[in-house]
């Protein structure tokens, strides 16, 4: 892998809550220093926040949790 990616790319909002560990697909579309962009792909709720994200809407997460997903070949 390069070391700058390319965007968008595909991965997994990895979150761990009261109701157990959950794995969501997203599209990661930028980044800052400390967080990646990511849009939903599915509607999905943010940890801690009570907030959802619908289909298309951004957010901005910890870059610890999102894994890249990356394709078989």
């Known amino acids: 892998m390069a070391d700058t990616p390319s965007y968008p790319w595909h991965g997994l909002l990895c979150l761990n809550g009261l109701s157990g560990y959950h794995e969501t697909p997203v599209l990661v579309v930028g980044e800052t220093p400390k967080q990646h962009r990511i849009e939903a792909i599915e509607r999905m709720g943010l940890a801690g ?18 894994k890249r997903l990356v394709p078989c070949s």
């Open 49 to 66: 926040r009570m907030r959802w994200l619908n289909p298309g809407e951004r957010a901005l997460v910890p870059r610890y949790a999102v």
